[in-house]
């Protein structure tokens, strides 16, 4: 068995996200080879919250055109989980971005 580093590479603080955050759905970027198993124990850990649901989404990378002969260049791939925790509970860094705005 290969021992996985559990920590999220960071949370993704959008006006889509900061929607689901009142709702107690967080974002966050995650490693492509991540499963919903190793989000949850990442999120509980890190936050002391009883995660509830999980979901994973891989979004694809973006096409873009660089360089004096403008050749087509791709993104890398990257993979986002929305967590959904306990209503009773919060993380209190997707609230203190919503209180500056």
């Not at 991540?34 to 850990?45: G, L």
């Not at 989404?57 to 096409?63: A, D, V």
Request: overall charge positive; charged content about 30%.
């Amino acid at each position: 068995m290969k021992l996985k580093k559990l920590m999220l590479i960071k949370p993704i603080i959008s006006e889509k996200s900061l929607a689901l955050a009142a709702l107690k759905k967080y974002t966050f970027k995650i490693p492509l080879s991540w499963t919903k198993t190793d989000v949850k124990k990442s999120v509980e850990k890190t936050f002391a919250v009883k995660v509830l649901k999980t979901a994973t989404i891989t979004m694809p990378g973006k096409t873009y055109r660089s360089g004096r002969r403008w050749v087509i260049r791709k993104r890398a791939n990257w993979k986002k989980a929305i967590v959904s925790i306990n209503p009773s509970q919060q993380i209190d860094l997707f609230e203190a971005a919503t209180k500056t705005k």
